[in-house]
Each structure stands twice: as structure tokens, then as C-alpha cells.
């Protein structure tokens, strides 16, 4: 099997110690279960090569999911890292996201405070990455508020701003499901993980493309503000532009900026 991806990421602000990035979906931050295939952290280090050859180790600071587009901070050497590794262990840092959801919700803003844990821990799950709501799960905290509701031929959709104030696993995601309204694209939680083992099976389909709207989940890295240097550094990343075409309510397209897996033999 191989993946189209293509390592189109854009610098969005660049320091001595640092560097924020919006990556694109379906780029992969960082090397996964030995596969080739171009990554994120591959695509930086080539940018960064003068600077690593004067001593420069880059590290990823804030990872995303390979089908989660926005910003990615990567530290540039190991002080910074530990640095910004404190801010975040501090939860001193701030995210916001911006996800498209199945349906309207009711309310204008509400919060959810789900805890989480492995699904494959309480249940039988054919998907080891698969998180579950749980009462004796980690305790989770996210904000969400609409920006838009709107209709396409497919149904009812609408625009969140998404705010995590913590760091669980997939935590968006599955607050998100819990409450009815699952992200569209999403194969692990749209329903009970099935999108996800027949997109496995199978590659993108027509029937997939029935079920879930888009062939990766509407997910996007908007915001990230951390405190540094005696003040505090803001970075936005406006929404993909896959992901504003399906609010727009344009025709959903293959291009390399979108998770498709292409099959041979």
C-alpha cells in the first residue's frame, strides 16, 4: 500500500529556539511503525540543515494526528525543548482548535468534562488507539463553542471552536462523539470504530465516502499561544483549506492535502 502525501507544510514564525509550522493532512509528524514515507519532522530537519550542522536537534513539542491539519511547534534544541516541555507539563500553554461536527447542537457553548480511557480496557476493541468515555478513566476538560451552523445537500453541519484544558488522547474527538456530534471525516469515532477497519480493509470508498463526508477527520490546529520569554507568543493558522470548502459547501475533492490511501495489488 502507499499513502499520497506530500510535505507541503508552511512556516508560520521561526526563532532561534523554536519553529511553528502548519502542517497539512495527511503529513505524519514524526516517523511511525518503520513505514517510508515523508513525515513532517523529516521535511523541518532538511529545512534546518545548516542549523543542525552547527549543532541544532529538532524536536517535536506539540504533535498532532496525521489527519489533524494546523499548528505544530518543534524546538530546535534540547534547552528549548525542556522549556517548552515545562510550559506544557505546567498546562501554561493554550490550544484552541476548530472541528466540523455532524448535526446542530443545541446549545450556543457548553463544556465537557468526560473522562477518558483505552476503549480496549473495559471492552473488547478491535482498534488499539481507540479511546472510550469511562467513569474510571483520566479526567478531561473541553470548551466548545459554535461559530456556524450550516446545510449542505449531505445534511446538517456545524463549526466549533474547540478548547482542550487538558491533553488526553484523541480528547476532542471523543467529548465530541460522546455528545452526538461526532467530527465529519472521523473513522474512529463517527460510530463504533467500523469506518476505520473497513477503511483498513479497503482503502476510501464511495460507501465511506456516504457514511463519513470526507475522507479525514475535520480537525484543525487554529491557536497556540505559549508563555516565553517574559511574554507570550501567539500563533494562528487559518482553516484548511479542504476543510473551508466543506463549509462553503463546495464539492468534497481527492487532492494530496487529503488522507486517500492508494492500493496496489
Known sequence: MSLQVVVN????????????VDKP?????????????????????????????????????TR???????LVLVAKHAVAARQLGGVFMRREASKE??????????????????PLLRAGDVETSAIWVRQTVHPTGKLCRTRFEVVER?????GRFSLL????????????????????????????????GQEYLDWMASGWTPDLARRLFLPRHALHAAVLAVPWA???????????????????????????????WRRHG
Request: aromatic share 8%; with cysteine.
Open 230 to 260: 517574559g511574554g507570550v507568543i501567539e500563533w494562528r493558522a487559518d482553516l484548511a483549506e479542504d476543510l473551508r470548502d466543506f463549509v462553503a459547501g463546495k464539492p468534497v475533492v481527492d487532492n494530496a492535502d487529503v488522507v486517500i
Open 64 to 70: 498532532l494526528d496525521r489527519e489533524t491539519s494546523g
Open 97 to 114: 482548535y476548530l472541528a466540523v461536527v455532524l448535526g446542530w447542537p443545541a446549545a450556543q457553548a457548553w463544556d465537557c468534562d468526560e
Open 9 to 20: 507544510f508552511r512556516v508560520v514564525d521561526e526563532s532561534d529556539d523554536w519553529i511553528v
Open 25 to 61: 493532512a495527511p503529513l505524519i509528524v514524526h516517523p511511525a511503525n518503520r513505514k517510508a514515507e515523508p513525515d513532517l519532522l523529516g521535511g523541518i530537519t532538511k529545512l534546518l540543515a545548516y542549523e543542525i550542522a552547527n549543532g541544532a536537534n529538532p524536536g517535536v513539542v
Open 161 to 192: 471552536r474547540c478548547f482542550p484544558e487538558t491533553g488526553r488522547m484523541h480528547q476532542i474527538r471523543v467529548h465530541l462523539a460522546h455528545g452526538g456530534h461526532p467530527i465529519a471525516g472521523d473513522k474512529l469515532y463517527s460510530a463504533a
Open 150 to 154: 450550516f446545510e449542505r445537500e449531505e
